[in-house]
């Protein structure tokens, strides 16, 4: 049965980074680690607590895939522990490192919130505009301009319906979809003004509160459909995986990977097709990081750049074995390069999609 509280990182991931385990009578352990939340003090709590949503990956009776990821988490754990003990610059040579990657990387509420950011940010600036009169008189004249066909099979299959004969129908479209029509439609949206302006008001404020759930719900239904990412998981197997030793101690983020790519960003939580990709970085442990990259040897990694990289992308946590003022210095970096796509970047793309409309 699926449980309520759905951990987002694994707790086999997070006990790499354990402050403290306690054994107890029963054989169980509680496993702790020092917690870095946005805003927050840092504190020591226990994993259980840590990188948790009720029914974040679905209810009981509902599409869920709660079971279906603690079932492949089965496969993933050993391979995790077993590279903990590895010596600095081993190679992987099992598969199964990289599809975790591909997994872990589809899985997380960084993903989700990300997704989440730029379907608000983009409908909050697509009905604004929209709301403006002079906007949405230039767009749609713009797009009559451009696409008359649209207009004219409208038309038509309202006058077949009608009855009207084809010789009539074709004078009458000749006529409806010349310069006319954009002075017709003009004049109507002139008059209906102030409805325009109410209704792309009412659907932004509609559209906007239903974005979670809709998010929540595609996110389910891909991960239903495929727990690893398989074009990118592709990707990941075709690396080179090697285990890196750190002289200092990493952190786990809530972004779980971290993607390094050609171009003017050098780090990314989510990657397309068209990236670059120079190298997967993943932390397991406090003092080792699986480093995926084409090179045949493991590559001089810059630790300091690494872990603040980490913090800097991580939207609102990470997980660290000791409190410390290294720590708080990188808690105050959190988020800071979380967004996946800037304000301006969605806009950009806002403009692109109205200019090709």
């Known amino acids: 049965m699926a449980g ?37 003090e840092p504190r020591e709590i226990t994993t259980e607590n840590v990188s948790l949503e009720k029914h974040f990956y679905g209810k009981a009776g509902e599409l869920s895939v709660d079971n279906d990821i603690t079932d492949l988490e089965d496969l993933f754990a ?17 598969s199964t490192l990289a599809d975790f990657v591909g997994h872990l990387s589809m899985r997380t509420k960084h993903i989700r919130d990300s997704f989440i950011d730029i379907a608000e940010i983009f409908t909050d600036t697509l009905f604004r505009f929209l709301a403006n009169h002079q906007n949405f008189r230039w767009w749609t004249l713009e797009y009559h301009k451009r696409h008359p066909e649209v207009m004219r099979k409208m038309l038509d299959e309202q006058f ?51 974005i979670p759930s809709m998010t929540k719900d595609g996110h389910i239904k891909a991960l239903a459909k495929s727990l690893i990412a398989a074009p990118r998981a592709e990707d990941y197997r075709a690396l080179n995986w090697f285990v890196c030793k750190s002289p200092e101690p990493l952190i786990l983020g809530d972004v779980g990977c971290l993607f390094e790519v050609a171009g003017p960003k050098q780090y990314m939580t989510i990657t397309g097709k068209d990236d670059e990709l120079k190298a997967v970085y993943l932390p397991i442990s406090s003092d080792r990081l699986i480093v995926g990259t084409a090179s045949p ?38 988020g ?8 301006d970047e969605i806009k950009e793309i806002f403009i692109d999609v109205l200019s090709e409309s």
Not at 20 to 32: A, C, H, L, Q
Not at 78 to 94: M, N, S
Not at 189 to 198: A, G, L, N, P
């Open 4 to 40: 309520k509280r759905q951990h987002i990182l694994p707790r086999f991931l997070q006990r790499g980074f354990a402050s403290n385990i306690v054994s107890k009578p029963n054989g169980r352990e509680t496993v702790f680690t020092w917690y870095y939340l946005k805003g927050l």
């Open 78 to 94: 050993p391979v995790i522990r077993g590279l903990r003990e590895k010596h600095d610059g081993y190679q992987i040579t099992d």
């Open 160 to 210: 077949k319906k009608m009855g009207v004969p084809r010789f009539q129908r074709r004078l009458a479209l000749e006529s409806l979809t010349s310069e006319k029509r954009l002075e017709f439609i003009s004049a109507v949206i002139d008059r209906d003004q102030s409805e325009y302006e109410s209704t792309f008001l009412t659907l932004r404020s509609e559209l906007l509160q239903k």
């Open 297 to 334: 040897t493991a590559p001089p990694i810059n630790f300091d750049e690494i872990i603040r990289a980490f913090a800097e992308h991580s939207r609102d946590y990470f997980i660290c074995r000791e409190d410390s003022q290294e720590g708080r210095e990188l808690q105050k970096l959190l």
């Open 336 to 343: 800071t390069k979380a967004q996946v796509l800037t304000d």
